[in-house]
């Protein structure tokens, strides 16, 4: 389909003759005319036209009149001038005021005219596609979050983009000055090393930072900084990190406060530990020290007392007599208290054996009936019928806890009972022994104090009931040592029953 | 029973040092005493004991140093006698190449014990 070509021109014969000269040329263009600019101007309302060839004196619109109308009717459209005798002076005016071209008339003939306008369609084309990549990447800048700054190497900002200009401060999208200078001035860097400076300058570098004063106390924003393509200057994308700072001096904040927290805990550990040994270290030094002047007291005693204390009054014998037993009784403390120590330190070692239970209560009953002596508690032993003869335990320790409770009993009843029962509970395949007492009792808010080391009831008790207070300290720690337990039921003046459970099984089931 | 190589009880504490040499001598031994390492070592080529009952902690000359010092003098066993009695301590004065342990307070008849078994050629 051939091309339409709208002529303006008010004079019939120069449009003839323009008219005839494209006629003759090969593939010629169809040619409408207009003999006013208002005919013009309706006729490109219609569409359809390739290009334009101007006159620029038209009855209704003289010199660049004409072009400008036209131009407003098409901005589009590819316009060719036929300039009069003065073309020098026409011909580039008319191309500052958008056309592509311009022609002499009577000089050029159809050749030229054509040439001129397909020349015209082409740099139309391309200015549209210009516009429109211009088009695209505005559109793309104006939707990013990110701040867009191209720089010239100057300092001047090339182009910038909405979200640039939001986080700069800035009103304009370009400028001949150093906005950015301004903007990047509170960043502690020297001048040279901001982030704006190196962009102009085409530096690459990321996550530079660089601070924004503003009213809301400013900003830290990002920056990646590129070179441009084929040519000097940079490309800044900036992204405010005010927050993600805030929140990094929060996180360090809170690391340095937890750092700090773990050091003290630390340190009270260490404290903790460094008591713990000197309380080992002062248990193995009392525990020496007492031991060393025992042995002259209880050496001596037996020496004295050796074949029935032959030489001695009854009274001396008697005295001497009470020296043995308390000094045995100081012994059994001493003990008492390296047993808890090895208890702490190592646990207990394991030693399950069989066991005559018989035999087992009667020398805790010789025991406790030695403790007790004459007073006013009666003691009772108590085995369960179904209890078998022989149980597979612990017997050495099982029978130091259960020594230490009854110890504990008889040092807190003054009249009354302690009772000591005893049964086999098969189904958990363990010993249970109750020891009772009918003694002062103890709070239920002391109950779990009582198994703390130096615990007694009372300070004034220490005094009157005498003890280091280890007794259910150690026997706790041995029974759970063991796998066991005790449990505790007691009320001030009902007494106290401390029940003792062990791992014990029968000969059946080993 | 004059005849009989005694026994020497080397410990600084003058009670236990005391009480050591008349059990021994109550219970039918010679006994002589020292109280440090140093003068055990000293005395020990006149004594010429049958067995040697050495304190571990003394002034001095003490612990494995002592047992090896008297060790090097005499063909006689040498018994620890001390108040260091836990496990941890036992084993290091096992360790000493000492040929017995007595655990303080010695009571009479651990010491009767220990004595028969060292001189078990005795009535």
Known sequence: MAQTVLLVEDNPADAQAVCRELAAQPNAPTVE????????????????????????????ADGMASLVRVRAADPEIPVVVFTGADAELEGPEAIEHGAEDYLVKGIHGGRAILRALRYAAERSR??????EQHSIVRSVLDSLADGVVVVEPD???????????????????????????????????PD??????????????????????????????????????????????????????????????????????????????????????LKEQFLDVVSHELRTPLTPI??????????????????????????????????????????????????????????????????????????????????????????????????????????????????????????????????????????????????????????????????????????LGLGLAHARYMAEAL??????????????????????????DV | MTTARPVLVVDDEPTNRRFLEA??????????AASTADEALKRLPALDPGLVLLDWRMPGLEGADAVRAVKALTDAPVVVCTAFVGPAHRERILASGCDGFLPKPVTLDDLEDMLAQWFSARP
């Open chain 1, 33 to 60: 005319i207009a003999t006013s600019a208002a005919e013009a101007e309706a006729r490109l309302a219609l569409g359809g036209v390739w290009a334009v060839v101007l006159d620029l004196g038209l009855p209704d």
């Open chain 1, 126 to 131: 391309t200015r549209r596609l210009i516009a």
């Open chain 1, 155 to 189: 300092g001047r900002v090339r182009l910038s983009n909405p979200a640039a200009r939001e986080l700069l401060g800035w009103r304009q999208r370009e400028s001949t000055q150093n906005p950015w200078l301004l903007a990047d001035q509170a960043t502690p860097l």
């Open chain 1, 192 to 277: 040279a090393d901001r982030p704006l400076a190196r962009a102009a300058r085409g530096d690459v570098a990321d996550d530079l930072l660089m601070f924004v004063p503003g009213e809301d106390g400013g900003r830290w924003l990002s920056a990646n900084i590129r070179p441009m393509h084929g040519r000097s200057g940079g490309v800044a994308v900036l992204r405010d990190v005010t927050a993600k700072k805030a929140d990094e001096g929060r996180i360090r904040r809170l690391n340095s406060r937890l750092g700090a927290e773990v050091a003290e805990r630390s340190r009270a550990l260490e404290k903790l530990e460094a008591a713990d040994r």
């Open chain 1, 298 to 467: 209880l050496g001596y005693t037996r020496l004295l007392l050796r074949r029935g204390g032959v030489g001695l009054t009854p009274a001396q014998k008697e005295g001497i007599e009470l020296i043995q037993e308390s000094a045995k009784r100081l012994y059994g403390v001493v003990d008492g208290m390296l047993d808890f120590q090895q208890l702490r330190a190592h646990g207990v070692g394991g030693g399950d054996e069989a066991t005559h239970v018989d035999s087992l209560f009667h020398r805790l009953e010789e025991m406790a009936r030695r403790r007790l002596g004459d007073g006013d508690v009666s003691l009772a032993f108590r085995l369960d019928d179904d209890l078998p003869e022989t149980l597979v335990l612990d017997a050495a320790h099982t029978q130091k806890v259960l020594e230490r409770l009854v110890e504990n009993a008889i040092l807190f009843t003054e009249e009354g009972f302690v009772r000591v029962e005893a049964r086999l509970d098969e189904a958990a395949g363990r010993l249970v022994v109750d020891v009772r007492d009918s003694g002062v009792g103890i709070d239920a808010a002391h109950h779990e104090l009582v198994f703390g080391a130096f615990y007694q009831v009372e300070a004034a008790h220490t005094r009157k009931h005498g003890g």
């Open chain 1, 483 to 508: 796998g066991g337990i005790i449990r505790l039921e007691s009320a001030p003046g009902v007494g106290s029953t401390f029940t003792l459970e062990v791992p014990a099984r029968t000969l059946e």
């Open chain 2, 23 to 32: 059990a021994i001598g109550a219970l039918g031994y010679p006994a002589a």
